[in-house]
Structures are given as structure tokens and as C-alpha cells.
């Protein structure tokens, strides 16, 4: 689905990320994991070039292809892109509006203004992410209410309102408590039927819960990847294994 | 100093290693508790002459309302008022003839429009022109009258000033102890009831004016037949028409108001504070009565803000919306200070760059044929309350681009990458989800830039025309082009030709009052709505 082949990427004059080479498949939960600063989220947000809203960064060299379509190709829009890659942030971060606007939004821009293929829309994203049982009475109220977590599934339901093909997940349980974690981890594992996953995580369990293929990073390198249960079980570099099995980050 | 060495060496311990020590402290203050009072000391002067300022300015013009009460009380005593419902009738008379002679004019130029040679027109404009004479001249004897009454009555009122005069003079020089002098000065009280049966025994004449006067109305309006003018203004002749039969109509109540009047009928309280701020007249040192109705200049003030803003407002934002979300770093640097340093310009080289440039330009502007539609154009004064209102928008525009760009800029990172990653464009982000996230930093925006527009005075004084006069509004848009006086205008212009203590003086206080109330509401209004932002965006 996603193919990352020797990327180097720059922050102003520092380098980011050295020469990676991944493949990420269709339908699969794949997890990023690493130190902090290691470069795993600012891969992410390659995939979606939401790099491109800060300034100055650059690819050095080397491409990211979706489905073998060069995404820095002059020919691609990259509004489009992101209809095709969606993503959830670490802070849940709903408009000040509504919940039926905070879904609504991603059609809207598309320019839909069906009210009533907009109502769909919205109630099958809700309980797509498992929260419509939750909501359905105030949809008209403000997003800013709902609890923590409940704003988080908020946010990967307005994610997948849009239909992308891909979601990326930048630690989306970092500020959540246990329950809510499970309730998102829970609706990961029902996602990774329709789309592909991409998930930053910081905790070794979630990585081990929720992911087929696991990426660990370290100083802007890919280390190792591979099979979730590999990578936890029997890691090929030392360094994985010393991570992992938190002797350092 | 220390005294703690007389005592024997204490042991080592908890107890004394925290105890104070004992220093020399001037009245009784350490360094702390010094450094501590003079923040507090500079805090309590600006708040003590916050209060100041408030207090001068109501015991100042706190006497306004008794004295124009007592100036409204000599304007019904010595019969200015019954002479002025006479007058009411004329000016509505005045305003009947100018009608006719604006419908002549109007026909005049059509024909030469059409082709038609001048003495033509002015020819077929005979049956007209004897019809408006006639119109006009219908009011002489009851004007004649009028006039009579008004020297009469202007004649009462003055004596009545000598009359306080002399009482004030009396009591100064008795307060000087100087009481034979104070004896010698002459006063003699009006007698208000028999200076008034003169005027009162004028009803009969003017009811016979009043007869005479509605005769030679109709009869002028016989003379209107449908010849008098081509066919295609027959409808506007009849409406004048019109107007003039229910101008007619009403003479009867006239002399019924005039036999209902009573020079002792009481003047009600609060008619002095109605006065003041319902009045439709800033009318002073005249010979007949000073009016200090606030209601012009409040108007003219809005008016001249409201120009300002709708210029100022979707300048200044949307030069926001460019610097916070649309330009580059490079252009920030530049773009920011430049806007910025427009407040630094002092407000009377504006005003002066309007008096000398800007007035004049703008009238070439609206003398151009293709911005004839404009209503307004072309302007007849060069210095209006629209040239006042650019100048002031300029003004307007840093306060309301600094305060805006702030609003965007404090919208959390996070609204703009969500709406990003969902697919919006940059224009749909901005409108979307920018502006409605810190709509009310730009409402405060507005709100304190209205705040800087209604109490900016150079700039509306040099520019604004100062005419004391309400806009015009049956002209539309066109009120935007006619001269208008402000509330600070008025107070810099009178303020150093007054009298302290005079009810003009008080009058001018009074007009500071409104606006330092508005101008603190404005203030306010505005800190609540940014207390709401601060909450809602959490």
C-alpha cells in the first residue's frame, strides 16, 4: 500500500530521517515505535505531507508511493491526497462546533451539501468509530463537551467520514486513560478490516496488542521491522531488543 | 542596628535559625514590604485618577440639568415658546415653498433636457411660477405678526437676564461687604403675567392673519390648474398639492394650541434631561433661545464610526488573515510593523493630509460622470462626514490588525491541521474554522477599534465640516456626504470660548459624560466578549 524508498527528510539544516526503506501492507495495523525524537511521527506525517504546512522542511532524496503513485509528483493534489489519508492526532482536537458539524466537515469542503446524505454520513462514521449509541441524542451539541476519549473516537470518526483508504494515528491514546484506550484499541482492531492503519505509539503493549507489523526507530533510522510477534519474541538487532525490553528510551 | 548582640551566643538551633532578624527598619518597613508599597502606590494613583477624572467630569456638568431647566422655565415665562408655535407654522410653510421651487426646477431642467430653448421653458413655466409666487407670499401677514411677537418676547427674556444679573451682582458685592453698593443696584423683577397679556392679546390678530393666510393658500392653489405644468408632472403637482391642503388643514390646531398655552403651566422635571438628550437642536448664543439637544452630534459621531468601520474592519482583517495565515515569514516582518506604525502618525498630520488632499481629491472623484449613480455624488462640501470617515478607518486599522491578527494567531495549531488532514483547502480553513474559532477576538477587535474611531477628535474636527446639523436620511446613502459635527469636536472647538460655569460650559461637560459613558461600555463589552473567547477556546 505504502512503499518508503531511501527517504532522507530535513528539518531546516538537521536531518530527520536517514535513508528509509519500508512497505507498509493493505488492510493491516502497522506500528511505529521508538524514542522520542527518533523520527517516527514526522515519517508519518510524510505519508499525508502535512510536513508541507511547516516551513522549511524538505526531502532530501528518495520518494513515498501510495498504490505506486509518487505523492511529491508535481501532478498530485495534495488536497485529494489527504481525502485518501486520513489522520488522528495525538490531542484530540474537534472543532468548536458541533458533533454533527465536526463530521460533517470533511464532506462539506468537499462541497456535499445534502442534508440528508450529510446525516448518513455522520451517523454511520459515529458508529463506525463506536460512539453513535453514545451521541446520537445531542448531536447538535458542542464536540468541546464530550469526555477525553469520547473526543478522541470523535476525531477518527471525522477521519473516516471522509472514506479515506488510510488512516494514520499519531499516539492516539498518549493522552487517554486505560479505559478509553481500550475502547480506541478495540475500535482499531475493527477498522483494520476497511482500511490501513498506521499507528505512532510510545506504549509496548498497545504496539503488541493492536499491530500486525511492528517499525522501530531509532535516531531517524529504521532499525528493524517486521511481524508484530517477531519483533516482541525474537528481534534480529539488539538495539530492538534493548528497547523493547526497556533497558533504554 | 543589630541589638541581638547584647544577648550571650545562642545555642545552634531550629528555633533561632528561623527566627527574623532584627534590622533598622525606617517606618517600621523592610525592603520587601518598601518595594511592595511603591507597585501598590503606583496601581492606587492611576485607579485614584481614574476616579478623579470621573468625579470633575459629573460635578462639573451635574449643574447642567438645573440650569436648563431654569432656561427652559424663562423660554416658556417670557413667551418665546407661544411665539414659536407661530414659527413652527411658518418653518413648515418655508418648507412647502421649497418644495414647489425644487418641482419647478426639476421640470426646468427636463425641458432644457428635451431640447427645449430657456425662454421657452421658463414661458411654459408661467402658470407655475404665479402659482408658487402666490404660495410663497400666502404667509406675510401672520410672518409679519410673528416677527412682531418676537422682538416682544426677546425684549422680555432680556430684562429678565438683566434682572439675575443685577441679583448676582447684588450678592457679590454684599459677599465683598460692600452693602451700599449692592443697595444701589438697580433690579427690577419681571412681571412675567402682565409682560405676557401683550402677547395674549395678539390671539385675535393672529386669528385674523390665520383666516387670511388659509385664503390666500387655496386661492394660490386654484391657480396650480393641470395646465400649469407639461402632463407628465401632473402627478408630482398634485401631491404638492396635496401637501399644501393638509398643511392647510391644520391651522386649527395651531390656534388651538396658541389659546391652550399658559405661560405658568409648569415645566415638567425631567423635560431638562429629555431635552438634552432627545434634542434634535445644538443651538448656542443666540438671541432667542440656546438649545443644547445632544442628538445631532451623537449622530454625526456614530455616522462618521460607522464610515470608519466598514472601511477599517474588512481592511484590517483580512490584512490579518494574510499576515497570520497566508504569508510567508518574509513579508510578516515587514508587513506587521509597517501596518503598525500607521498609529505613530499624529492624528492632526491626518488630519491636515484630509483637509488639504483628501477632500479635495474625493470631491474630483464623485464629480466624474460614470460615479454619477453614487448616491451623494457629486458631494457639495469638500469636508464630509465620509472624507472624516476614511481618515478615521486608517486610524482604526492598526488597532483592529493587531488585536485580530493576535485572535487568529492564538487559534490553537491543531484546528488548522485537523481541518488540513481532513482535505480543506487553505480558504476553507481560514473561513471555516479560523475565523469562527476566535470570532470573538475579532468582535473585540471591532468593538475596541469602534472604541478608538468615536473618541478620535483632531482628525473629525478638521475634516468632518462641522456643521451642527442632523444628516439628511430621506437621501440614503447620500447622508454619508453631508458635513456633520461630533461630540469631541464640539468639545474641542467650544470649549475654550466658554464661561466656566455657564450653562454652555456645563452643556460641553455633559456631551464629555456621554461619551466617556460609551466609551467605557464600549471598553467593557468588549473585555466580556474576550473573556468568552479565552473560555470557548479552552
Known sequence: MIAVEKLDFFYGASQALHGIDLRIPENRVTAFIGPSGCGKSTLLRC???????????????????????????????????????????????????????????????????????????????????????????????????????????????????????????????SALDPIATAKVEELIHELKRSYTIVIVTHNMQQAGRCSDLTAFFYLGRLVEMGRTEKIFTNPVQTQTEDYISGRFG | MPDSQSTPAPERSVALAIRKEKRFRPLGLTADSAIRRFFQGNAAFAILALVLIMVFLLREGAGFFGQNSRGIRVYRLAGLEYVDIIKGQLDRHAELTRAANALRLKIYSDALAKGAAPQAATAALAGFDAFAEALGDASEDVRSLASDLTEQAAAVKQREQIYQDSIEQKAMLIRAGKAGAAAAVSSVAVDFGRE??????????????????????????????????????????????????????????????????????????????????????????????????????????????????????????????????????????WIKPAIEFIAAIPSVVLGFFGV????????????????????????????????????????????????AEDALTNVPRHFKEASFALGATRLQTILRVLVPASLSGLISAILLGFGRVIGETMVVLLCAGNRIAIPDFTQGLGAFFQPVHTMTGIIAQEMGEVVPGSIHYRALFMVGIVLFLLALGINYVAQRVVQRYRISIG
Open chain 2, 356 to 403: 488639504a488632499i483628501l477632500g479635495q481629491s474625493l470631491r474630483a472623484v464623485s464629480e466624474t460622470t460614470w460615479l454619477a449613480w453614487v448616491p451623494g455624488f457629486p458631494m457639495s462640501e469638500r469636508l464630509n462626514a465620509f472624507t472624516a470617515g476614511c481618515l478615521l478607518a486608517f486610524m482604526a486599522i492598526p488597532t483592529i490588525f493587531s488585536l
Open chain 1, 47 to 173: 505519508f499525508n505531507r502535512m510536513n508541507d504546512l511547516i516551513d522549511g522542511t524538505r526531502i532530501g532524496s528518495g520518494r513515498i508511493l501510495i498504490q505506486g503513485v509518487d505523492i511529491h509528483d508535481p501532478d498530485v493534489d495534495v488536497i485529494s491526497l489527504r481525502r485518501q489519508v486520513g489522520m488522528v492526532f495525538q490531542k484530540s482536537n474537534p472543532f468548536p462546533k458541533s458533533i454533527f458539524e465536526n463530521i460533517a466537515y470533511g464532506l462539506e469542503v468537499q462541497g456535499v451539501k445534502n442534508r440528508r446524505r450529510l446525516e448518513e454520513v455522520v451517523e454511520k462514521s459515529l458508529r463506525g468509530a463506536a460512539l453513535w449509541e453514545e451521541v446520537k441524542d445531542r448531536l447538535h451539541t458542542s464536540a468541546l463537551g464530550l469526555s477525553g476519549g469520547q473526543q478522541q473516537r470523535l476525531c477518527i470518526a471525522r477521519a473516516i467520514a471522509v472514506e479515506p483508504r488510510i488512516i494514520l494515528m499519531d499516539e492516539p491514546c
Open chain 2, 196 to 333: 405676557i397679556k401683550a402677547l395674549s392679546a395678539s390671539l385675535p390678530i393672529y386669528k385674523d392673519a390665520n383666516r387670511l393666510f388659509a385664503k390666500k393658500l387655496n386661492a394660490s392653489l386654484a391657480m396650480a390648474g393641470p395646465q400649469s405644468v407639461p402632463a407628465a408632472w401632473t402627478p408630482q403637482l398634485s401631491g404638492l398639492k396635496a401637501a399644501a391642503e393638509r398643511y392647510a388643514a391644520t391651522f386649527p390646531e395651531v390656534e388651538a394650541e396658541l389659546a391652550a398655552w399658559r405661560y405658568d403651566a409648569p415645566v415638567p422635571w425631567y423635560r431638562s434631561v429629555t431635552a438634552f438628550l432627545f434634542g434634535r437642536q445644538w443651538l448656542t448664543a443666540s438671541f432667542w433661545q440656546d438649545w443644547y439637544g445632544i442628538i445631532p452630534l451623537f449622530i454625526g459621531s456614530l455616522l462618521v464610526s460607522l464610515i470608519a468601520l466598514l472601511i477599517a474592519v474588512p481592511l484590517g482583517v483580512v490584512a490579518a488573515i494574510y499576515v497570520s495565515e497566508v504569508a510567508g515569514t518574509g513579508e510578516k516582518t
